[in-house]
DNA sequence: GTCTATATACGGATAGAC
DNA sequence: GTCTATCCGTATATAGAC
């Protein structure tokens, strides 16, 4: 799978996660007509996103944010009750996402190789795709308050369970051979986490997605399979 | 090399940077006595790290840092002229600090595969010794302004270099099996980041730094090594 | 639905006593 | 060298006009 085939195969657009954030929020979003809701919410996504990740959520005033985004202060509150409720709305609706094109994608698979190849893929391929929304999660995750730190605790955790669990499943097959698949599932994690954690430096050096997908799973074949021979078993 | 051995070699303690942060500061500082200085530069950047690392630096205000260093905010004042004076002294202390450590056990070594693992080894007992300190300057890199945004991109890119030159040298002398250096190099250091960035998980699960460094030679020693033959070469 | 204007509080920084 | 008290700008949030 290369990044082209991915977005033909999953058909996703931010515009749909602006769009289930209006269907989530219906109460206390004020303003009902969807149409404009859901351009607003898209400024604000965005205008929030894009403040955030260059100097952080809290440094962002609501000026900033209603400079940016074109709405008056007034009108961004229709939106959401506070700034830590538009934090909130945020890190769900990428949780969400996240979790269910990936749930998705793994079930079409059948053996241990192919899962941890669709795993891996998958995962940057949607961080590609919402790049500025998986650094903002990964960034904010500490300002959250309890309940919704627990949160971001359990979503880091959930990937990392995934990966896990192939790998379980492939070393119970005998295909792979690994001693410890916590902490190589922990790894590979890292390793994928990167490439959204850096996305200036990958895109100064021209590096595509697809290339870092091929090395991540080049490191990880390297590592895992069983009589591995130079390469191309798991690509 | 094993933490304990790394911590022996090395003998560096926070205390050495607290009275290193006073030397470089004599001027601005307005604490003359070498003693009680260091004490509370100690208090100050243990609390502003404890509270900065829990919930972002930003969020942290002058009254919740005086209540836990313990000082007034008057006194504080005296150690620095402004918060964001503050952020930067942190900044460099451990970019200083990193970089002569790093330097100096690198050049000890000769070959390349020593090279790589010592590299690899002393980053991580680094940030293990120094892990509030690591955390902070990579969550806290992109609320520096222009100049300090500047030297931490380019501290980012400082280690990674490093890798990477070693990863040139054994190539160019037949030990080493890599098409990309540079982007291998990113890989490596993005294993070694999650060490300080995850570390309240590796904790949880009892991980040590000793049995991650093991685990990070492995990885890179699969990949990396030409004719790798299971174990033990890099090791 | 969206705007402007403003209430209210909080944060960084300092003055001046001890 | 350190403290308390306070100044003043700025931030979030809302009231009320349109």
Redesign the pocket.
Known sequence: MTFDEFQQLVRFSIQDIYRETFAENRESI????EK??VK?LGLIFDATLHISNNKGFRS????DLSRES?????????YF????KLLEMLQHQRRTVTRRILKERINAETDPTAKLRTAIQTHLYLSEVMQPWFYFSYMEAKNLKNSEGQKAIASELYTEKIIEEILKQGKDKGVFEISDQQLTASIIKAMIQDWYLKRWKYAKRNVSVDRYARLVLEFVEAFCLKNHVSEGTLL
């Open positions: 004020r303003v009902k007509k404009t809701a607003n962002m005033t609501m000026r074109g709405l008056s202060m007034g009108a961004l509150y229709a009750s506070s700034k830590d």
